[in-house]
């Protein structure tokens, strides 16, 4: 079946911390968007259903996708998959975020939101072309979603890239924020963290303070590792650290050619320009990227019908 060209009637959920983001397209054009306050899971979840049985009477679905903040259970053999697992999200811990949807029989898939994100640039955005990417947003927290020739990445979990644990600067004694591993580089350059090191919003920190070396040097190890083990095509880098503090993001990417010391053949500041680079779906991202897990759920064999 070929999907996107017969234009089949599809819907995607983003699951947020704040919002869920549903939507219905044809194919891959978005016809129809609707946002819902992130409550309580009961709540959320429920009027998500409803407007999935709206938009199913309407016209049958020929697949859903679901993009879930995480840590979630997206291993369809686990007797909890489709489960919110240890989240600081009050009421969500355990919510079950597939119950209900099985009454709809059409093929469904769930994935992060960033594997979902990761997909979608890939796709639609600033991967096109590409086959492996990896989607890092900095914001409140550090997400990372995963596409390894062309599959979204997952195993024993889902890729937890924001809790990587690497090197630190030189001279750098800030003992980071992750109230789990402390200086991991999600406790490192996260807006929070950023706000504890810096002592001030680091939007309101000048992109010339020196400072922002230190920081810079901590993603670029973030950078040079993930390049190291997946090797992807494109990183790109967005939240609202990654989007505000772009010289620092570009300054992170400068820094990797140094760090690899010429083990990886041909990068240099060029390379580096071309692999890291920003977002271009904005907030269409994670709806985008629900509406390509449903593509795939119906076209593919991981679409289980339910
Ligand atoms: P979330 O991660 O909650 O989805 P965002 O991606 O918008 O939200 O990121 C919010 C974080 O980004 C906050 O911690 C905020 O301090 C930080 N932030 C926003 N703008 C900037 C900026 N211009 N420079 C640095 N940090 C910023
Ligand atoms: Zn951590």
């Not at 309580?40 to 407007?51: G, V």
């Not at 269409?284 to 991981?302: F, M, V």
Request: glycine share 14%.
């Amino acid at each position: 079946m070929l999907l996107h060209d017969a234009g089949s009637h599809l819907a995607g959920l983003e699951i947020g911390g704040t919002k869920l983001v549903a939507a219905r397209a044809y194919g891959r054009a978005i016809a129809e968007r609707v946002t819902i306050p992130t409550t309580t899971p009961e709540a959320t979840l429920h009027a998500a259903r409803e407007l999935l049985a709206r938009w199913h009477a309407s016209e049958a679905l020929a697949a859903i996708g679901i993009a879930a903040f995480g840590p979630v259970r997206i291993d369809r053999a686990a007797p909890d998959y489709g489960h919110v697992l240890a989240t600081p999200k009050p009421g969500w811990e355990g919510a079950d975020l597939l119950a209900g949807l099985s009454g709809f029989g059409v093929p469904f898939a769930l994935d992060t939101d960033v594997n979902a994100a990761a997909l979608a640039e890939m796709s639609l955005g600033a991967g096109q072309g590409c086959d492996s990417l990896i989607y890092i947003t900095i914001g409140t927290g550090i997400g990372g979603g995963v596409v390894v020739g062309g599959r979204p990445a997952h195993g024993r979990l889902h890729p937890e890239l924001g809790h990587m644990m690497l090197g630190r600067e030189a001279g750098d004694d800030f003992a980071g924020i992750c109230p789990f591993h402390g200086d991991c580089i999600e406790g490192l350059v996260s807006g929070p963290a950023l706000h504890a090191r810096l002592g001030a919003d680091p939007a309101a920190v000048a992109a010339g303070d020196p400072r922002w070396e230190t920081v810079a040097g901590d993603l670029a190890r973030l950078i040079a590792n993930l390049m190291l083990t997946l090797s992807p095509q494109r990183i790109v880098i967005g939240g609202g650290v990654g989007l505000g503090q772009r010289a620092m993001v570009q300054g992170a990417a400068r820094k990797v050619p140094a760090l690899l010391a010429g083990y990886l053949p041909d990068i240099d500041d060029d390379a580096m320009a071309r692999i890291v680079v920003p977002p271009v779906l904005g907030h269409d991202a994670g709806p985008l990227g629900a509406i390509l897990l449903a593509e795939r759920a119906a076209s593919c064999e991981t679409g289980a019908q339910v």
